[in-house]
């Protein structure tokens, strides 16, 4: 066995990269500097976790991203090994990408040409002075009228005034919370929730209260104990398909909830990405408690992941201008070149062509998830990109996302998302949309299928 512990722990305390990263660099210096070659084999994660100091999930993370560099191979039962030199092969091809919640990509060629098409007229028909200058904060009357316009079927009311076009959803939120709550102060959320909320409160120092779930959303009685005992500066909740458990909260349960929000003045953040993926669409919070509901949709899960655009209704104009302030002092602005795209497609249908086409193409990966994961406990839509896969013993989330890495597959854990990690669930995030085509999913699942197939077996096994 190399000496790799005071080596590594080294490497890692010069490193300013999250541990995990660093692992993987670590082992592609040591094969660049000749202490590590082909075939050599590399410590067992649970000794490598303890003579590091690290978590037995952030070293497991370390050696998928090492995999994924193609610089190590893992074999059940013996261990994980320096890769041999050998034919190259394309990331995509060696991986599958299922960590990430993003939409699938439609292959209808007269969409992808009316996307082309698109961006021909960007080059064509748009000023590109205007296009580069400093542009009105919030957006142009334009981009207002076409987000309003989008989020219509949602909100009804919805109106060019009182929108705000901001730089995608995950700064939105940054920014409300941050205008929400201070330092130490409480803001409730879903028990198992979006972990970029849990980012953000965490760089904040907001405290996250976990509020008990159930199959219709958020238990209105954990909420009303929050608000009485608490005192919560908001409540933050994915009302739709949540990331990651899928759940859309139900019609009573929404009304429920905004009802005791308004009882004790509590702001709602509505963070609703999802909202227009179901075609029979529940109606939102905002329409239920206006008056303190921050709305916050975009077209990143509708349209495509680099498509940084999302709109934000506020309760009222001065709420509105609050947020509009803050926004503007961390992101100056939405890029005017997205806008005008983003607006473009709204407005010549392509959106909308689009949209459908991510729910069809999600009900198509679906339906392979139905038939090789019949046999599991798992939630799901069948117009949803994303399923909440609850394990059969005695599989745990950490080994089986490991084991899935190892073959080239990569899920997501339970904790990354239980805001009180005390207890997280035996379960796994799965995104369908990661991989290019049916046949990359249809492939992914079947490793999926086989690896819980063998659970009995391999749960024992320290890679």
Same mark, same amino acid.
């Given at each position: 066995?190399?000496? *790799?512990?005071?080596?590594?722990?080294?490497?890692?305390?010069? +490193?300013?990269? #999250?541990?995990?990263?660093?692992?993987?660099?670590?082992?592609?210096?040591?094969?660049? +500097?000749?202490?590590?070659?082909?075939?050599?084999?590399?410590?067992?994660?649970?000794?490598?976790?303890?003579?590091?100091?690290?978590?037995?999930?952030?070293?497991?993370?370390? *050696?998928?991203?090492?995999?994924?560099?193609?610089?190590?191979?893992?074999?059940?039962?013996?261990?994980?090994?320096?890769?041999?030199?050998?034919?190259?092969?394309?990331?995509?091809?060696?991986?599958?990408?299922?960590?990430?919640?993003?939409?699938?990509?439609?292959?209808?060629?007269?969409?992808?040409?009316?996307?082309?098409?698109?961006?021909?007229?960007?080059?064509? !028909?748009?000023?590109?002075?205007?296009?580069?200058?400093?542009?009105?904060?919030?957006?142009?009357?334009?981009?207002?009228?076409?987000?309003?316009?989008?989020?219509?079927?949602?909100?009804?009311?919805?109106?060019?005034?009182?929108?705000?076009?901001?730089?995608?959803?995950?700064?939105?939120?940054?920014?409300?919370?941050?205008?929400?709550?201070?330092?130490?102060?409480?803001?409730?959320?879903?028990?198992?929730?979006?972990?970029?909320?849990?980012?953000?409160?965490?760089?904040?120092?907001?405290?996250?209260?976990?509020?008990?779930?159930?199959?219709?959303?958020?238990?209105?009685?954990?909420?009303?104990?929050?608000?009485?005992?608490?005192?919560?500066?908001?409540?933050?909740?994915?009302?739709?398909?949540?990331?990651?458990?899928?759940?859309?909260?139900?019609?009573?349960?929404?009304?429920?909830?905004?009802?005791?929000?308004?009882? *004790?003045?509590? #702001?709602?953040?509505?963070?609703?990405?999802?909202?227009?993926?179901?075609?029979?669409?529940?109606?939102?919070?905002?329409?239920?408690?206006?008056?303190?509901?921050?709305?916050?949709?975009?077209?990143?899960?509708?349209?495509?992941?680099?498509?940084?655009?999302?709109?934000?209704?506020?309760? @009222?104009?001065?709420?509105?201008?609050?947020?509009?302030?803050?926004?503007?002092?961390?992101?100056?602005?939405?890029?005017?070149?997205?806008?005008?795209?983003?607006?473009?497609?709204?407005? @010549?249908?392509?959106?909308?062509?689009?949209?459908?086409?991510?729910?069809?193409?999600?009900?198509?990966?679906?339906?392979?998830?139905?038939?090789?994961?019949?046999?599991?406990?798992?939630?799901? !839509?069948?117009?949803?990109? !994303?399923?909440?896969?609850?394990?059969?013993? #005695?599989?745990?989330?950490?080994?089986?996302?490991? !084991?899935? +890495?190892?073959?080239?597959?990569?899920?997501?854990? +339970?904790?990354?998302?239980?805001?009180?990690?005390?207890?997280?669930?035996?379960?796994?995030?799965?995104?369908?949309?990661? #991989?290019?085509?049916?046949?990359?999913?249809?492939?992914?699942?079947?490793?999926?299928?086989?690896?819980?197939?063998?659970?009995?077996?391999?749960?024992?096994?320290?890679?």
């Amino acid at each position: 066995m190399f000496d *790799y512990a005071n080596r590594w722990s080294k490497f890692l305390r010069a +490193s300013a990269k #999250p541990a995990y990263l660093a692992i993987a660099d670590a082992i592609g210096n040591d094969i660049n +500097s000749g202490r590590l070659s082909a075939t050599d084999r590399l410590p067992p994660l649970r000794l490598l976790a303890e003579n590091l100091g690290l978590n037995y999930t952030t070293v497991a993370r370390g *050696y998928s991203e090492a995999r994924r560099r193609g610089l190590i191979e893992a074999s059940v039962g013996r261990g994980s090994f320096i890769r041999a030199p050998g034919p190259t092969r394309s990331t995509r091809a060696a991986w599958f990408e299922m960590t990430m919640n993003f939409p699938p990509e439609p292959q209808d060629p007269a969409l992808l040409r009316r996307v082309r098409e698109g961006f021909m007229w960007l080059q064509t !028909h748009a000023d590109p002075h205007a296009l580069l200058r400093y542009d009105e904060f919030g957006g142009t009357p334009e981009d207002r009228d076409a987000g309003a316009r989008w989020l219509r079927p949602l909100l009804p009311r919805a109106t060019a005034e009182q929108l705000l076009v901001c730089p995608g959803i995950q700064s939105t939120l940054a920014v409300l919370m941050a205008s929400l709550a201070g330092p130490g102060e409480v803001v409730c959320a879903e028990a198992i929730t979006y972990p970029g909320v849990k980012a953000i409160a965490a760089q904040l120092g907001v405290r996250l209260h976990a509020l008990a779930m159930d199959d219709a959303g958020i238990d209105p009685h954990a909420f009303e104990h929050a608000c009485k005992e608490l005192k919560p500066k908001a409540l933050y909740c994915n009302p739709t398909l949540q990331n990651p458990t899928t759940i859309t909260i139900s019609a009573e349960r929404r009304a429920a909830l905004a009802d005791l929000a308004l009882r *004790y003045s509590v #702001p709602i953040i509505e963070d609703d990405p999802y909202g227009m993926l179901p075609g029979q669409a529940t109606a939102p919070l905002a329409t239920l408690a206006p008056e303190l509901t921050y709305y916050i949709s975009g077209l990143a899960k509708c349209f495509g992941a680099g498509l940084r655009v999302a709109y934000l209704c506020a309760p @009222d104009a001065r709420r509105g201008k609050r947020i509009a302030a803050a926004l503007r002092a961390l992101t100056v602005m939405a890029s005017p070149i997205t806008n005008t795209l983003a607006t473009h497609w709204i407005n @010549d249908g392509t959106a909308d062509a689009m949209l459908a086409a991510i729910r069809k193409e999600s009900a198509e990966r679906q339906n392979l998830a139905v038939k090789l994961l019949a046999s599991q406990q798992y939630r799901a !839509h069948p117009e949803g990109f !994303h399923i909440w896969l609850t394990l059969p013993r #005695p599989w745990n989330r950490i080994e089986f996302a490991s !084991h899935l +890495s190892a073959r080239g597959v990569g899920v997501v854990g +339970s904790h990354a998302f239980c805001v009180d990690n005390t207890n997280p669930p035996e379960a796994v995030r799965i995104c369908l949309g990661g #991989p290019a085509n049916r046949v990359e999913c249809r492939n992914a699942l079947e490793l999926i299928h086989d690896t819980l197939a063998q659970a009995p077996a391999m749960a024992a096994v320290a890679m």
